[in-house]
């Protein structure tokens, strides 16, 4: 059974920065897609980023959302079983829980092709 775990959420002000870890356990991790969503209170589950798997970091390819382009940095790290989630100059509008997801799959940005999630690490940005 695949577990994700993640952490470094926070209360930050806006303009600051956060990194997220997830911690993937049960799997072989460089066989999955890994992706970050939120959800913000009322809203739907949304897309963050997404890198994708393989064994080779300079392989891996990386999209993103249009909102955090240029802010936030997906990047993984095999080796540790981690995907981490970048996140400078924040804003109030990212404010939200930050969920990783694992996919045995290609690339993909829809929350429900993703069958594997963590818990949950709530980010909140100040104005």
């Known amino acids: 059974q695949v577990q994700l775990v993640e952490s470094g959420g926070g209360l930050v002000q806006a303009g600051g920065s956060l990194r997220l870890s997830c911690v993937v356990s049960?799997?072989?991790?460089?066989?999955?897609?890994m992706a970050w969503f939120h959800q913000a209170p009322g809203k739907e589950r949304e897309f963050v980023a997404v890198?994708?798997?393989?064994?080779?970091?300079?392989?891996?390819?990386?999209y993103y959302d249009d909102s955090v382009k240029g802010r936030f940095t997906i990047s993984r790290d095999n080796a540790k079983n981690t995907v981490y989630l970048q996140m400078n100059s924040l804003k109030p509008e990212d404010t939200a829980v930050y969920y990783c997801?694992?996919?045995?799959?290609?690339?993909?940005?829809?929350?429900?092709?993703?069958?594997?999630w963590g818990q949950g690490t709530q980010v909140t940005v100040s104005s």
């Open positions: 890198i994708t798997r393989g064994r080779y970091i300079r392989y891996n390819e990386r």
């Open positions: 997801a694992a996919r045995l799959g290609s690339v993909d940005t829809t929350a429900l092709s993703f069958g594997s």
């Open positions: 049960g799997g072989t991790f460089s066989d999955f897609t």
